[in-house]
C-alpha cells in the first residue's frame, strides 16, 4: 500500500539548513509527484513544494529563494533542503501525495 | 501565486446541524479544488476533490460545490466524529491551501 514517511533532525538552529527526507512505498516516484506542506504549531497548512513524476520541481514563492527539493528514485526518496532558518520555520513538515500522507516531523528551530 | 481566501474562519454548530464553508480564489481555478479535513495531532485527510468528487469512504453527508473563483463545501447533519479543522486547496496552478475553518460544538 501507499506510504510516505517523513524523517530528519527534530532541531536545527537559527540560520542552519533543514535537511528532511521522505521514504515512500507502494508507488513511484516516476510517475507521480510528491510535495512538502508544512504547519506551524497551532497554524494553518502551507504548500511548500513538490517534484514531479519527470523530475521538475515547483516551490511557493514566498519560500523559493531558500528551499530546494530533489529525489533519488533508485531509494525511494524525497528530499527537502532550506537554507536560512528563522524561528518561524518551526513546524510539522509533512510530505504527501494527494490523498496520502506522512505523519509529518516536527522540526524546531532554537539556539 | 493564486490566492485562497476561506471563511469562517471558526464555526461552531450543533450535533445535526448543516454548515457550510467556502474558499474565493484570487482566480479561476476552473474547479480544481480539494477539501481536507483534520484532527489535532493528524495528517490532513482528502475528502473532497475536483470541487465535488467524494474520496472513497468519505461520508455522503460532505459535499462541494463552486466553479469560477467561488466554491463550498457543506457538512449536512453534523456528527461528532466531524468536529475538526477543514481547509481547500487549490491545485490548477502549484498548490494553495485556504486558511482553514476550525469546527466546534455548540
Known amino acids: 500500500q501507499v506510504q510516505l514517511k517523513e524523517s530528519g533532525p527534530g532541531l536545527v538552529q537559527p540560520s542552519q539548513t533543514l535537511s528532511l527526507t521522505c521514504t515512500v512505498s507502494?508507488?513511484?516516484?516516476?510517475?507521480?509527484?510528491v510535495h512538502w506542506v508544512r504547519q506551524p504549531p497551532g497554524k494553518g497548512l502551507e504548500w511548500m513544494g513538490g517534484i514531479w513524476g519527470d523530475g521538475s520541481t515547483d516551490y511557493n514563492s514566498a519560500l523559493k529563494s531558500r528551499l530546494s527539493i530533489s529525489r533519488d528514485t533508485s531509494k525511494s526518496q524525497v528530499f527537502l533542503k532550506m537554507n536560512s532558518l528563522q524561528t518561524d520555520d518551526t513546524a510539522i513538515y509533512f510530505c504527501?501525495?494527494?490523498?496520502?500522507w506522512g505523519q509529518g516531523v516536527m522540526v524546531t528551530v532554537s539556539s | 501565486d493564486i490566492q485562497m481566501t476561506q471563511s469562517p474562519p471558526s464555526l461552531s454548530a450543533s450535533l445535526g446541524d448543516k454548515v457550510t464553508i467556502t474558499c474565493q480564489a484570487s482566480?479561476?481555478?476552473?474547479?480544481?479544488i480539494a477539501w481536507y479535513q483534520q484532527k489535532p495531532g493528524k495528517a490532513p485527510r482528502l475528502l473532497i476533490r475536483y470541487t465535488s468528487t467524494l474520496e472513497s469512504g468519505t461520508p455522503s453527508r460532505f459535499s462541494g460545490s463552486g466553479s469560477g473563483r467561488d466554491y463550498s463545501f457543506s457538512i449536512s447533519n453534523v456528527e461528532s466524529e466531524d468536529i475538526a479543522s477543514y481547509y481547500c486547496?487549490?491545485?490548477?496552478?502549484?498548490?494553495?491551501f485556504g486558511g482553514g475553518t476550525k469546527l466546534e460544538l455548540k
Open positions: 482566480q479561476n481555478i476552473n474547479k480544481y
Open positions: 507502494g508507488f513511484s516516484l516516476t510517475s507521480n509527484s
Open positions: 486547496l487549490q491545485y490548477v496552478n502549484l498548490r494553495t
Open positions: 504527501t501525495r494527494s490523498a496520502y
